[in-house]
C-alpha cells in the first residue's frame, strides 16, 4: 500500500508544529503555515488546504491576526497518525474495490487476494492508531524500529 503525498506532508506538517510547540521555542505562541511550508519543503498553498481539513477536523486550532498561525487542539501524546491521514481524505484501504461495490472483479466479484489486502489495510491503520504524534516527534520509532530488528537477527 502506498500512502499519497495528502496523508504523508499533512504528518509532516503536524509534527513540524507538535515539535515547535513541544520545544519551548513557540510557547503558546501559534505556528504560521509559512514557517512550516519554509522547513518541510511543501507548498504553502498545499499546505493550506490540508490546514483547512485537520481544523474541520478537530485537530489544530487557528489564531488570527499578527502573530497568528496554527496550535494542536490537543497534546500530541492524543493524537494519533491515523487520525491525521483520514482528515486529510486519505483512505487507508489497500483493496482496488470501491466502497460501494462488493469485489473488484468485472462481475462485481471479489478477487482470491481480496482477504489479504484489506487485512494489510487493517494491520497498517492499526499501526498508524498506535503511533501518536509525539512518538514521531519525540523519535520513539527508531528506537523501536531498532529493536525489532535487533530481535530478528
Known amino acids: 500500500m502506498r500512502l499519497s ?7 509532516m506538517a503536524m509534527a513540524d508544529l507538535a515539535r515547535r510547540q513541544g520545544d519551548g521555542s513557540c510557547g503558546e ?9 519554509e522547513r518541510q519543503q ?9 490546514f483547512a ?18 496550535l494542536l487542539a490537543r497534546a500530541a501524546e492524543e493524537t494519533n497518525i491515523a487520525e491525521i ?28 487476494t481480496h482477504d489479504l ?8 491503520e492499526g499501526y498508524l492508531a498506535s503511533v501518536s504524534l509525539a512518538d514521531v516527534t519525540q523519535g520513539r520509532l527508531s528506537a523501536t524500529t531498532r ?5 530478528v537477527a
Open 117 to 124: 489486502w484489506e487485512e494489510m489495510g487493517r494491520q497498517i
Open 5 to 11: 503525498t495528502k496523508g504523508r506532508y499533512a504528518v
Open 147 to 151: 529493536a525489532a530488528e535487533a530481535a
Open 29 to 37: 505562541r501559534a505556528v504560521s503555515l509559512a514557517d512550516i511550508a
Open 53 to 70: 481539513r485537520l481544523r474541520r477536523k478537530g485537530l489544530v486550532k487557528s489564531l488570527r491576526g499578527p502573530g497568528g498561525g496554527y
Open 85 to 112: 491521514v483520514t482528515a486529510v481524505d486519505e483512505p487507508l484501504r489497500a483493496t482496488r474495490c470501491g466502497v460501494k461495490t462488493k469485489g473488484c472483479m468485472m462481475k462485481g466479484e471479489r478477487c482470491m
Open 42 to 50: 511543501i507548498s504553502l498553498s498545499y499546505l493550506e488546504q490540508l
